[in-house]
């Protein structure tokens, strides 16, 4: 059964920065993709940011491109978030997520943390 934990959120005042991790259990997760995902109050769930199986390949929401860095740590089974230059328009939950198969580019049916809150005050 996979479990994933973030940590990491806060509160932080625009133009600040915080760093998000997920770790996951319950599977070798090398061969996964994995994602940050958010939902802002009243806002449908969206995507941030990805990283594949395939070492330096990453994608991003045009939203945050510039400002958040995804990485993860194989070894530790860790995903982990980098945000800087935070805005208000980043209040959301955010939600670390894997695929539910290897080699999966698509979050559907896969596996989801509890979320974490990250509040930015203007």
């Known amino acids: 059964q996979v479990q994933l934990v973030e940590s990491g959120g806060g509160l932080v005042q625009a133009g600040g920065s915080l760093r998000l991790s997920c770790v996951a259990s319950?599977?070798?997760?090398?061969?996964?993709?994995m994602g940050w995902f958010r939902q802002a109050p009243g806002k449908e769930r969206e995507f941030v940011a990805g990283?594949?199986?395939?070492?330096?390949?990453?994608d991003y929401a045009d939203s945050v491109k510039g400002r958040f860095t995804i990485s993860r740590d194989n070894a530790k089974s860790t995903l982990y978030l980098q945000m800087n230059n935070l805005k208000p328009e980043d209040t959301a939950l955010y939600y670390c997520?894997?695929?539910?198969?290897?080699?999966?580019?698509?979050?559907?049916?896969?596996?989801w943390g509890q979320g974490i809150q990250v509040t930015v005050s203007s």
């Open positions: 997520a894997v695929p539910g198969a290897p080699y999966r580019r698509s979050y559907e049916g896969g596996s």
């Open positions: 319950g599977r070798t997760f090398s061969s996964y993709a």
């Open positions: 990283i594949s199986w395939i070492v330096g390949r990453t």
